[in-house]
């Protein structure tokens, strides 16, 4: 594809947090051209017009489409990733608590497809994620190291992708698992708090997250790229 074309978006979840603000801000953007909303069988937005589009729950319209992107359920990124797998389109998953068997078939469905596959779209998180354990390493085994996540009452996984990355990273360098503790508050957008203490000091790097919309304009910002590279599973460090 032409990096001057637009892109033709097919939106899951288009009544959810993530996947309204990914529609609100493609709306404003002359690069993406919103096709299709995706929401589940009985979801009051369905048959619904809404910014000049009927909401479906029909995901055969894929199809008519260059990428779908998805931040909802685990069972519904599997379901639609067989139809994104059927009609060749490139994937955006940025669903969370995923089981090993989901991400099987992911990696199974990127020899087909290009797929972003990131528990975190966000572009300074993704900047942290390959610092954070650069810092672990060299402060060395004597460093306390434990992460706090603070997220909005309606997120349903505890640690959150983010936190769970961010000890996977740290825990390859120093050797030993990372502690996390997560908080389920308000309307938190999603902070993460990487703390390092030794005697007499400590270290603390901070990422806040203020709304979805940082989210949603990271993953809108690496589709444009997403939809012009070959099939493969994709991090966003590829793609920034």
Avoid: C
């Avoid at 596959?117 to 306390?144: C, Q, R, T, Y």
């Avoid at 990355?165 to 993460?192: N, W």
């Amino acid at each position: 594809m032409k990096t001057n074309k637009i892109v033709k978006l097919a939106i899951s979840g288009g009544g959810g947090r993530m996947g309204s603000s990914v529609w609100d801000l493609a709306l404003q953007n002359p690069d993406f051209e919103v096709v299709v909303v995706l929401e589940k069988t009985g979801h009051p937005l369905v048959g619904q017009m809404k910014n000049n589009l009927v909401v479906s729950n029909n995901p055969d319209e894929i199809k008519k489409t260059d990428v779908l992107i998805e931040f909802t359920t685990p069972e519904s990124t599997i379901h639609h990733l067989s139809y994104a797998k059927k009609y060749k389109k490139a994937m955006v998953i940025g669903t969370t608590e995923l089981s090993n068997d989901h991400v099987r078939q992911i990696k199974e469905a990127a020899n087909s497809i290009p797929i972003l596959f990131s528990s975190n779209m966000s572009i300074g998180v993704n900047f942290l994620f390959d610092l954070v354990p650069k810092i672990a390493k060299k402060l060395g085994p004597e460093w306390d190291i434990e992460i706090i996540e603070v997220h909005h009452k309606g997120k349903k996984d505890a640690p959150s992708g983010t936190a769970k990355k961010f000890s996977q990273l740290i825990s390859e360098v120093v050797g030993r698992e990372i502690p996390t503790h997560s908080l389920r508050i308000g309307d938190v957008a999603g902070d993460h708090i990487i703390v390092f203490a030794s005697q007499g000091e400590r270290i603390e790097i901070i990422h806040r997250a203020q709304s979805p919309v940082l989210f949603a304009r990271g993953a809108l910002t690496m589709t444009k790229k997403l939809v012009t590279l070959p099939p493969g599973l994709y991090e966003p460090k590829d793609l920034l």
